[in-house]
Structure formats: structure tokens, C-alpha cells
């Protein structure tokens, strides 16, 4: 009798055991899966204008920052950079997404130009693939950008794969646009995918 008593008491603190550890790992699981991860989150408050932009707290830092959320993209750009000098546009692809000299700013009224890396041949580039995905954006998505602690919304209306003597995707327009630009297809500088959109 003792023995089987012995049994008994034995299995029941394994099986105590068992549940125990059950619930603190269903604990852990809870707590890791409900807590805030560190993950760049954007606090935004209206500025009151129907269509206008909007003031934003943003954890990537800088004056100018563009954001596709689709693409889980948030990357500062470089202003006004020298397309036809290769070392300035070398430099600021190192730094995030470059702003081509001597096209529109967020607000101005026209056609902001903006590229960046498909693909890089230096590891060490954060973001030498930054518009790896690119490709994957469609008519109706939702391009962002922080210029000067306000927020402009553009809406993609259209997407084109273009020569790399195509310079018309430079001109400028009438009405605000902005136009991304990289090198396609991934891994060539063959040909240009560019990606159009407008004012929300």
C-alpha cells in the first residue's frame, strides 16, 4: 500500500509540475505576444485641413523621411542630390533614398523625384535594397512622406518600366506627383521600373 501511495503522491507532482509549467509558458506567450514590440510607430495628429497635411511624430529621424507602409518601407532622404554626379548620389544611397536636385518638394505643386537602390553590390549598405520590392506596388496604394514635420499622402496611379535614357519622368507637372525610380529588373541597371503617384 505504501508503495502505491508513493505512485500516487509521485505522479500527482509531475502532473502539478506539468501544469504549472504549461501556464507559465502560456503566460510568456501571452506577455511576448501582447506586449508593444520595438516597432517604429507613427503618432499622427490632424491638422484640421480636409485634404491637407498632417503634423507627425515619427521615430525615424530627420526633416525628410518617406514611408510605404505596403512595402514596410521608412527611409530618410537625401535632398536635392546630383543625379549626374555619381559620387554625391553614391554617397546619399548610403544614407537612405535620394531627392533628385532641382525637382519638386512635398507642397510645392509638382513633380517630386525620388530613387534608390533595387539592388547593391555592398553588403554594407543598409539600404541597397530598399526598393527590392517595389514591383509588388499597385494602383491604389499609399506612399507617405514627412517633409519639415508635416505629412503628404500620394496615392500610386500608375507603374512603367522605362529605359535609363527616359528623362522624361524628371520633367515637371502641373499639378503635385510624386515619381519613384529604381533599377530593373532586380540585380541589372538594364532598365528603370518608375512608380506614379498622386495627390490623395
Aim: charged share 25%; proline share 3%; net charge positive.
Amino acid at each position: 500500500m505504501a508503495v502505491k501511495y508513493h505512485k500516487v503522491k509521485e505522479t500527482s507532482y509531475k502532473l502539478v509540475t506539468l501544469v504549472l509549467l504549461l501556464v507559465f509558458l502560456g503566460l510568456g506567450a501571452y506577455m511576448y505576444f501582447t506586449r508593444p514590440h520595438e516597432k517604429a510607430e507613427v503618432k499622427v495628429a490632424e491638422s484640421g485641413e480636409v485634404n491637407g497635411p498632417k503634423q507627425v511624430v515619427n521615430a525615424v529621424q530627420g526633416d525628410f523621411v518617406l514611408t510605404i507602409d505596403k512595402l514596410g518601407i521608412q527611409v530618410p532622404v537625401i535632398e536635392n542630390v546630383d543625379g549626374a554626379n555619381r559620387t554625391a548620389y553614391d554617397k546619399a544611397l548610403y544614407d537612405g533614398v535620394a531627392h533628385y536636385k532641382g525637382t519638386s518638394l512635398p507642397g510645392g505643386g509638382s513633380n517630386i523625384f525620388i530613387f534608390g537602390h533595387s539592388s547593391a553590390l555592398d553588403a554594407k549598405n543598409q539600404y541597397g535594397k530598399i526598393f527590392e520590392k517595389m514591383n509588388d506596388m499597385a494602383i491604389g496604394d499609399v506612399v507617405s512622406i514627412r517633409y519639415k514635420d508635416k505629412v503628404y499622402d500620394y496615392t500610386v496611379t500608375e507603374k512603367r518600366v522605362v529605359m535609363p535614357d527616359e528623362l522624361s519622368v524628371l520633367d515637371q507637372t502641373k499639378k503635385e506627383q510624386l515619381t519613384l525610380m529604381t533599377c530593373w529588373p532586380i540585380g541589372s541597371n538594364e532598365k528603370r521600373l518608375i512608380v506614379i503617384a498622386k495627390v490623395k
